[in-house]
């Protein structure tokens, strides 16, 4: 089996878990989260760190600059978003993140756009979110490239107003980056991921 075949399982097995478990909490608890009739907004800071699966690659080319076997993402963003009547959420974030490659590294920018259904404002008991992202990179790159991530998260309430939160996740994205002196036929990056990350959410 593979490794990103192994990945994928994960995700479903980490899924299949977290949903049942947050609807055996609904049925325990009606007196928990409630929906809202406004609009409400959030911010939210975010560490975040990937394990990018290995990649085979020519034997003539120079192995520091491909994806191998230490090869990781680490990240720190920052997103809003305004949730409309505990439907859905729409939000927006930049962050920065930085894809080891075997000897090297590459720093970018990832903007995006974010999309939240059946958010839940300032909760009173724990719940579990799916999110799902589109966006692009920007940096010393040498275009754009795409970025899509999708997550599972739970959200323990700490305090009012403030939420701890968890997530799992999954990444595909393309970087297209060029290196002085470096005999590589492309300067494409292409790769899947998957990761967990932690964070807190403010509401307004």
């Given amino acids: 089996m593979t490794s990103i075949s192994r990945l994928y399982i994960l995700i479903f097995i980490l899924t299949f878990f977290l949903s049942n478990f947050t609807s055996a909490q609904g049925l325990d608890d009606q007196e928990g989260n409630r929906s ?18 290995f990649e085979d690659y020519p034997s003539n080319r120079n192995a520091d600059y491909e994806i191998g076997s230490n090869s990781r993402i680490y990240s720190l963003e920052i997103s ?10 729409i939000g927006a974030g930049i962050g920065s993140e930085n894809l080891l490659l075997e000897n090297e590294n590459i720093d970018y920018l990832p ?18 979110s799916f999110s799902g992202r589109i966006g692009t990179h920007l940096g010393d790159l040498d275009k754009k490239g795409v970025y899509l991530r999708a997550d599972l998260g739970y ?16 990444t ?20 899947n991921g998957i990761g967990f990350g932690f964070g807190l959410e403010f509401y307004l």
Avoid: C, W
């Fill in 172 to 191: 595909h994205q393309t970087l297209y980056k060029s290196f002085p002196d470096v005999e590589r036929l492309t300067n494409k990056y292409s790769f």
């Fill in 80 to 89: 809003a978003a305004l949730n409309y009547k505990s439907f859905i959420g």
């Fill in 36 to 53: 809202t009739n406004k609009i409400e907004i959030s911010f939210k800071p975010q560490f975040t760190a990937i394990m990018v699966p």
């Fill in 111 to 128: 903007v995006f756009l974010e999309v939240t259904p059946f958010p839940v404002a300032n909760p009173k008991k724990g719940f579990a």
């Fill in 155 to 170: 959200y323990i309430p700490l305090i009012d107003h403030i939420t701890l939160y968890f997530k799992v996740l999954f």
